[in-house]
T-cell receptor, first 115, second 115 residues
Framework: AQKVTQAQTEISVVEKEDVTLDCVYETRDTTYYLFWYKQPPSGELVFLIRRNSFDEQNEISGRYSWNFQKSTSSFNFTITASQVVDSAVYFCALSEASNNNDMRFGAGTRLTVKP | ETGVTQTPRHLVMGMTNKKSLKCEQHLGHNAMYWYKQSAKKPLELMFVYSLEERVENNSVPSRFSPECPNSSHLFLHLHTLQPEDSALYLC??????????????FGPGTRLTVL
């Protein structure tokens, strides 16, 4: 079965610092999908990005960027010039094409951005 | 606004009560999910419905009973719960196609407390 590891339980930074959230995954499938979600204090999981296993191109969206490396089974998320509103719990998740209803989440990383 | 709503947002119930959680999606999706999020544990997939049929039940105790009357609505009926069932219950929906994994969009969750 697939597995997602987010080794960083909590990270605290000061506003305007850059921060990288790590995500390492395990899967036997050759076709799979990786996701990042943000969970603010309100509780709702907000979708940030989806990547399929055949697309290793890194992506940038404003202050957010993602680094997908199949060689190290990692899908890391970087926030540039962090802001207080970025404070949330961030989840990395993996879904295999062979069992696409079963999305496995990492334990999450709680990011606190201090003013 | 993710297009997935959940009611109630907060619920306190005794162990002998019967209550129901409701989820509604306005995204035209054909699959819906219930997740449980407990403190210090990864999100746990409970139930999956695709085209209104249950396709996955991850060994959830029978005191949780799902119902999917149509592709837009999903219920979770609760009876004789235990204090350890206190958690945030999240609903999600996605558009499933032939072997395709689409993104799951989440509702705000119901914070359940069992006394």
């Amino acid at each position: 079965a697939q597995k997602v590891t987010q080794a960083q339980t909590e990270i605290s930074v000061v506003e305007k610092e850059d921060v990288t959230l790590d995500c390492v995954y395990e899967t036997r499938d050759t076709t799979y999908y990786l996701f990042w979600y943000k969970q603010p204090p309100s509780g709702e999981l907000v979708f940030l990005i989806r990547r399929n296993s055949f697309d290793e191109q890194n992506e940038i969206s404003g202050r957010y960027s993602w680094n997908f490396q199949k060689s190290t089974s990692s899908f890391n998320f970087t926030i540039t010039a962090s802001q207080v509103v970025d404070s949330a719990v961030y989840f990395c998740a993996l879904s295999e094409a062979s069992n696409n209803n079963d999305m496995r989440f990492g334990a999450g990383t709680r990011l606190t951005v201090k003013p | 606004e993710t297009g997935v709503t959940q009611t109630p947002r907060h619920l306190v119930m005794g162990m002998t009560n019967k209550k129901s959680l409701k989820c509604e999606q306005h995204l035209g999706h054909n699959a819906m999910y219930w997740y449980k999020q407990s403190a210090k544990k990864p999100l746990e997939l409970m139930f999956v419905y695709s085209l209104e049929e249950r396709v996955e039940n991850n060994s959830v105790p029978s005191r949780f009973s799902p119902e999917c009357p149509n592709s837009s609505h999903l219920f979770l009926h609760l009876h004789t719960l235990q204090p350890e069932d206190s958690a945030l219950y999240l609903c999600a929906s996605s558009q499933e196609g032939a072997g395709n994994t689409d993104t799951q969009y989440f509702g705000p969750g119901t914070r359940l407390t069992v006394l």
